[in-house]
């Protein structure tokens, strides 16, 4: 390197001032306009850690990476110690018996992620001009911190391809996965994207929609000072409710919310069915600069179709109405394919402290993205769209 580079690790994000975080994490951002990605932004962090969302008894202890050159933060990442793999969406739970079994400690391990966020993005954020040396000095700087403390591993889920480039390169080990999808191909309405599928998954969407609205109210799409703390309050009870099914308990607290609200919610796309004037089920999206990142679901009544309604068209009338080019819908979901939600492969990257279990590893994981990639090619075969603009309609 042609400077010394200096590491430093935090136990709060409060100990980096926000535009040296955000000079790393959304470079691009001109004044007043969202990130490409809210996930990595100070702010979000600071809300998980504020709320209690990370932290002590939660198993997500903050360790947060910042390299600086001559004084200046170049690049910075979101590091946690685990104490387990909850909330990952990147499931390593196998690895951990097998390594438990042979008589290793698998945790606590080391994390670089966003917690309880399964969303592709930048995990080693780097200050334009720095990404080379930068990404270089995070994952030598994290190596080194599980080296020290005679941690068994390192994470670093939903990188991007550069990311897993440069990992490569450093040896690390690569994983895949996949999740649904819905692109923006210009479309000016949703009617023109109905137009792109084949006649019977085009009558199957319009019969689904009309069933969902005509659930006896109406649906409401909210953003910035139009959610107000009573939104938060009925959306807490649908996010407690799917967490308790899911997760067997929420991840979030109650606390992040009004967070949120109190922060973010310029970047929060909140849908909301209503009945008789009271919330009976809603949708959570975030909302990025070219992108909708759809993130919780919840009822408290079951309406055929709502489910679909509220996260995935609601979803695509919004991004189709404010120009986003993507809606991501989060992990899993085969369900999502007949709605226009194609496969995406998703990218981890990973280093084990035993060069034997690591092998190991590395002969699953080569087995494992043969059989993603292979999966991702049937299911976008089955996707719901003509398989030529030819194709013939009867509507």
Known sequence: MSEEIEISLLTTISGIAAEDWDA??????PPGERPEDPFVSHRFLLALERSGSVGAGTGWSPRYLVARAGGEVIATAPLYAKSHSQGEYVFDHNWAHAYERAGGRYYPKLQIAVPFTPVTGRRLLTRPGHEEIGMAALVQGAVEVATQNQLSSLHIT???????????????????????????NGYAHFDDFLAQLSSRKRKNIRKERAQAQGFGGKILQLTGDDIQPEHWDAFWTFYQ????????????????????????????????????????????????????????????????????????????????AHGLRRVEAGAQGEHKLARGYLPNTTHSLHWMADPGFAR????????????????????????????????????
């Not at 994981?365 to 309609?393: I, W």
Request: aromatic share 12%.
């Open 360 to 395: 190991a590893v590395e002969d699953y994981l080569e087995a494992e993205r043969a059989a993603v990639a292979e999966e991702v090619e049937v299911l976008t075969a089955y996707g719901p769209f003509k398989s030529s603009p030819e194709e013939e309609d009867h509507d």
């Open 24 to 29: 790393c994490a959304a470079p691009a951002t």
């Open 241 to 320: 409710d799917t967490g308790a099914r899911k997760w067997g308990s929420p991840y979030l607290t109650r606390a992040f919310f009004d967070e949120m609200h109190e922060t973010m919610r310029k970047d929060v796309l909140l849908v909301l069915a209503l009945r008789d004037g009271v919330p009976i089920a809603g949708a959570l999206n975030m909302i990025g600069r070219d992108r909708l990142f759809g993130r919780y679901w919840g009822c408290t009544e079951f309406h055929p179709g709502l489910h679909f309604e509220l996260c995935y068209y609601q979803a695509i009338d919004y991004a189709i």
């Open 158 to 184: 939903f990188c991007t391809e550069q990311e897993v480039a440069a990992g490569k390169a450093m040896g690390l080990l690569h994983r895949t996965g996949q999740q649904f999808h819905w692109d923006n």
